[in-house]
């Protein structure tokens, strides 16, 4: 996996790989093998048939591409303590709190696994609208029930804690495109808006959800990937839909856009070619329903916030 990855020269992927995706018995690299032959294969909008101007191996880099990106989008840790549930080497929890501190964020609940009683791993749920490649990430709930936790006494252990077995444990981290893993976004909410990130919503003074590819709003999915670019005295935003504009009061990111709007920097937050930083909503996106972000005044407001990754 690795030459392939060089081969596309995606070295920033695999030095990220390298830092988060790390197999427990220390081979990485058998450890993506057998990702790539257990899910990737079995993808079918992956298939190389799929492809206008197919090159070899193109479907694997896309894989691991899109599970890393699904990764960063997730923060079990803070997911976790935010609800006062943090690794300890003596304290326990129960199934539901745990279940109930990763669903609230997505308003769906995941799967947690457990291995002698210790939280070894989550799963997130995911429907694909259109390919993996570039089709929006809908959270859903589990197909069935799986969890292989206890209903109590469950030990959420410090990274590299010794379990009673004598075992180093740290919280798996299987990160597959249908079912990720628990993940730490590296970049910091407010951070200049520069190179690759995610446009965080805030309403209320809340982070609630993100604006997809297209530009909309939505609080239920996966976050998209923009590119940052500078350009004059602002910079321009870029998600895998197109470049984005400001088309009758409308934030809108798609390929049929041919001027896109040169935003700015307002003390950490998005502001339009006017300066300004409002932005609103007819109302605020719950469940499935996107948003269209408006520049006019509606009746939900909102603060974009740039989270680099």
């Known amino acids: 996996m690795t030459d392939i ?17 790390k197999d427990y018995q220390g081979n ?15 993808i079918s909008t992956l298939r190389t048939q799929c492809y206008t101007g197919y090159t070899a191996k193109e479907e694997v880099v896309d894989y691991f591409q899109k599970a890393v990106d699904l990764f ?8 976790l303590a935010a609800a006062g549930i943090l690794p300890s080497s003596s304290k326990t929890y129960t199934s539901a709190e745990i279940q109930a501190a990763l669903t609230a964020p997505r308003g769906h609940p995941v799967t947690i696994g457990c291995r002698n009683g ?3 791993e ?32 469950i030990k959420y252990l410090p990274k590299g804690a010794t379990s009673p077995s004598g075992t180093s444990t740290t919280l798996a981290t299987s990160t597959v495109p249908t079912a990720t893993a628990t993940a730490t976004a590296t970049g910091t909410p407010g951070a200049p ?4 990130g995610y446009l965080n919503v805030r309403t ?8 997809i590819s297209s530009g909309k709003w939505y609080t239920s999915g996966t976050c998209a990937t923009f590119t940052a670019a500078a350009s004059g005295t602002g910079f321009t935003l870029t998600s895998s839909k197109g470049p984005c504009a400001i088309v009758s009061s409308a934030l809108t990111c798609a390929s049929t856009v041919t001027s896109p709007t040169v935003f700015a920097d307002v003390n950490g937050l998005l502001a339009d070619n006017s300066g300004s930083t409002a932005f609103y909503a007819t109302s605020v996106p719950s469940g499935t329903t996107q948003a269209t972000v408006y520049t006019s ?10 989270q680099g990754v």
Do not use: R
């Not at 990430?137 to 006494?153: I, L, M, Y």
């Not at 808006?193 to 690759?196: A, H, L, P, R």
């Not at 005044?297 to 740039?306: N, R």
């Open 5 to 21: 990855l060089n081969s596309f020269g995606k070295t920033d992927l695999l030095n990220y790989m390298n830092t988060y995706w």
């Open 28 to 42: 990485d690299e058998q450890f993506w093998k057998h990702e790539w032959d257990k899910h990737g294969t079995c």
């Open 72 to 79: 960063k989008g997730l923060n079990s840790y803070q997911y």
């Open 118 to 120: 210790e939280l070894d």
């Open 122 to 153: 989550i799963w997130y749920h995911y429907n694909v609208a259109g390919s993996v490649q570039t089709g929006e990430f809908v959270a859903a709930d589990p197909d069935g029930t799986k969890s292989t936790c206890p209903a109590t006494g």
């Open 193 to 196: 808006f520069s190179g690759k």
């Open 204 to 211: 209320g003074g809340t982070q609630k959800g993100c604006i």
């Open 297 to 306: 005044s509606q009746a939900a407001g909102l603060e974009i916030v740039w």
